[in-house]
T-cell receptor, first 113, second 114 residues
Framework: GNSVTQMEGPVTLSEEAFLTINCTYT??????LFWYVQYPGEGLQLLLK?????DKGSNKGFEATYRKETTSFHLEKGSVQVSDSAVYFC????????????FGTGTRLLVSP | EPEVTQTPSHQVTQMGQEVILRCVPI?????FYWYRQILGQKVEFLVS????????KSEIFDDQFSVERPDGSNFTLKIRSTKLEDSAMYFC????????????FGEGSRLTVL
């Protein structure tokens, strides 16, 4: 079946450090891949997405590349800020299915000044 | 900016009681969803709803669960007889279409069953 595995948190970094949050997936067909972010007290928000192999999604300095050969969609940011502190969820949407997102467990990122 | 709103933010109930969680999706959206996250576990799909009927549901969404869009704005999730294992954060979401993958989520309703 379809599943998403992402690294355990929390990830604790100092401001301006480089961020990587690993995400791998298992899926049949050609899923779309997403990163959602949940800031404290808010709902999940779409951060970026990629709909086919080798696509790179990017937003707010975050990037992730859809790697079919390694079934991965790792989230990266070159220089994190305190305001990036949040929970990050990797997710996939099956190639068939009605927006039925399959999520990972979420990774909490804590950035200190 | 339009947003999905959910009420209540937190509800505590006794096992066996009925619970209704309410959601107001974004006004021009057509597709509505409920997801839940048990503490420490993954966010799980429960049900999707379109054109006043369920379009897909997961194996979690058994006869104890129901959804309704009673008027033009609200979208509700009812749990008829709550169990301890229903304790979770419940997220409502809506989307304009099925093609983009962009779901707009509410802040969630935390349900605690004692």
């Amino acid at each position: 079946g379809n599943s998403v595995t992402q690294m355990e948190g929390p990830v604790t970094l100092s401001e301006e450090a480089f961020l990587t949050i690993n995400c791998t997936y298992t899926a049949t067909g050609y899923p779309s891949l997403f990163w959602y972010v949940q800031y404290p007290g808010e709902g999940l928000q779409l951060l970026l997405k990629a709909t086919k192999a080798d696509d790179k999604g990017s937003n707010k300095g975050f990037e992730a590349t859809y790697r079919k050969e390694t079934t991965s969609f790792h989230l990266e940011k070159g220089s994190v800020q305190v305001s990036d502190s949040a929970v990050y969820f990797c997710a996939l949407s099956p190639s068939t299915g009605f927006q039925k997102l399959v999520f990972g467990t979420g990774t909490r990122l804590l950035v200190s000044p | 900016e339009p947003e999905v709103t959910q009420t209540p933010s937190h509800q505590v109930t006794q096992m066996g009681q009925e619970v209704i969680l309410r959601c107001v999706p974004i006004s021009n959206h057509l597709y509505f969803y409920w997801y839940r996250q048990i503490l420490g576990q993954k966010v799980e799909f429960l049900v999707s709803f379109y054109n006043n009927e369920i379009s897909e549901k997961s194996e979690i969404f058994d006869d104890q669960f129901s959804v309704e869009r009673p008027d033009g704005s609200n979208f509700t999730l009812k749990i008829r007889s709550t169990k301890l294992e229903d304790s979770a954060m419940y997220f409502c979401a809506s989307s304009a279409g099925t093609g983009t993958g962009e779901l707009f989520f509410g802040e969630g309703s935390r349900l605690t069953v004692l």
